[in-house]
């Protein structure tokens, strides 16, 4: 190791990466430590106490709206999300790496959805349900039928909401997936077919096993999208809201630190998502190891 002394450009450097970084994490850790306060404490500093008490009062689940029901929705729907953007991006990646008819158009239509605002395309969906409703209200007028009158609205979190979100996290799961397959020797594939594997085991014991990581990827991208988004869902719901949405709207209603604690719950949430996914990550890698 060299023993000159470092140039004054490199502590500059360092500075401000350290700045950049208290910005970036500076208000996730303030809400952190303030969702500890007293029960006298308030909404800033200096801390009145340190206590969990309103972590049980959110846990108790008192306040103006039902914490753990919108929580439960996000939960849920975040899950689904992550099931269908997994599946839907590894098999979009098999074909687009075969290549088809209309593939480039396909793409440019897939991934267009990021360069439009949020709040459009919660807008967009949003009336579009709305239309459905209406055309399937004048049906219901013309034929009689009691089923359509008194079928409400198909708007909802698993219709409009869940396609709002799949048009948030499907493309970035189509992007890591063309990544990969960029780079996936077919050379396995062939050596699979040549000791007599089908379709169906080479694509379960040959490319899903070596993708693994990858999938676990685009599965930590689907959930922690779809469990943080406001704008796309905001329009598309439905009548009964997100977690994001309560914890919007109990930013205008709520004066205690309880809604620093359900932040602090929500980035726990997200944050052992992640650290999951790396530790899927890690077990697939040593169990690959151990079978090398």
Known sequence: MSDRPRPWSFYLLAAFFALFVLFLYGPTLAILVLSFQGPQGGLTFPMNGVSTHWFARLWAGGGVVDIWA??????RLGLAVMLLTVVIAFFAGLAFRKGFAGAR?????????LIVPSIVISLGI???FRLIDDGLKVLA?????GFLQDHGTLMGLWTSALGAHLTWTLPFG???MFAVFNRFDPAYEEAARDLGASGAQTLRHVVVPILAPSLVGVALFGFTLSFDELARTSQAVGSRNTLPLELQGLTTTVTTPEIYALGTLTTAVSASVILLALLAVLLVRRRRASEA
Do not use: Q
Not at 70 to 75: E, K, M, Q, T, V
């Open 70 to 75: 919108a929580f439960g929705r996000s939960l």
């Open 105 to 113: 158009g396909l793409f440019v239509l897939a991934i267009a959805s």
């Open 126 to 128: 949003g009336l579009e």
């Open 141 to 145: 007028a013309a034929t009689g039928w």
């Open 174 to 176: 189509l992007l890591i």
